[in-house]
């Protein structure tokens, strides 16, 4: 959990979380559409931002190195 969670959690800790997870899921699977009301939607440096975090923990993940 201190080598995956902590790091992503703080990486991320200043991005909306609903919409976070949104977009993480519509990059792996499918498009669930626009979040609703109000919920807001991440800006495309948001989205860069949260898919390099992702990345590299992924990477880290499968690289045995997390």
């Not at 807001?40 to 993940?61: A, C, N």
């Amino acid at each position: 959990m201190k080598h995956v969670v902590a790091p992503m959690v703080s990486a991320t800790d200043d991005l909306p979380t609903a919409a976070g997870i949104k977009h993480l899921v519509t990059l792996h699977t499918t498009d669930i559409g626009d979040p609703l009301p109000p919920l807001p939607k991440l800006t495309q440096r948001e989205q860069d931002e949260l898919e390099s975090i992702y990345e590299r923990v992924i990477t880290g993940i499968e690289s045995g190195h997390i």
